[in-house]
């Protein structure tokens, strides 16, 4: 289970771009399910939450694993900071693309998809 709080810390980024704008303004806040297996867990049983106020959760299995602050930055990334794991790094940077109801997550080695829950 610890494990899979490292993909969202798989690739760590000091990097943020200014002046850019977001693809996923308006489209990212909400609650995802995963659709395929992420880390070892069993496909449905990872949520990942963009909350309104800025801050992230992931869960397992109904256990919180990861939470963070969020911020979108240029085009499909988004920046974690103050992240809360397992792991001693407190930043990442993955790319979420959203299409619709489905978000793809892409981070340095791996590629997981998430469907919005209703």
Same mark, same amino acid.
């Given at each position: 289970?610890?494990?899979?709080?490292?993909?969202?810390?798989?690739?760590?980024?000091?990097?943020?771009?200014t002046?850019?704008?977001?693809n996923? %303004?308006?489209?990212?806040?909400?609650k995802?399910?995963?659709?395929?297996?992420?880390?070892?867990?069993?496909?449905?049983?990872?949520?990942?939450?963009?909350?309104?106020?800025?801050?992230?959760q992931?869960?397992?299995?109904?256990?919180?694993?990861?939470?963070?602050?969020?911020?979108?930055?240029?085009?499909?990334?988004?920046n974690?900071?103050?992240?809360?794991?397992?792991?001693? %790094? *407190?930043?990442?940077?993955?790319?979420?693309?959203?299409?619709?109801?489905?978000?793809?997550?892409?981070?340095? *080695?791996?590629?997981?998809?998430?469907?919005?829950? *209703?």
């Amino acid at each position: 289970m610890r494990r899979t709080a490292t993909f969202v810390i798989a690739c760590v980024l000091a990097l943020t771009c200014t002046a850019c704008s977001s693809n996923n %303004e308006g489209k990212i806040q909400g609650k995802w399910k995963s659709t395929g297996t992420v880390e070892g867990a069993p496909p449905g049983t990872v949520t990942a939450e963009f909350k309104t106020d800025g801050t992230f959760q992931m869960s397992a299995l109904g256990m919180s694993v990861l939470t963070a602050k969020y911020k979108l930055g240029s085009g499909d990334y988004v920046n974690f900071s103050d992240v809360q794991s397992n792991k001693p %790094e *407190k930043n990442a940077r993955v790319k979420i693309t959203i299409t619709g109801e489905n978000m793809t997550w892409v981070e340095e *080695k791996a590629t997981y998809q998430f469907t919005r829950d *209703k």
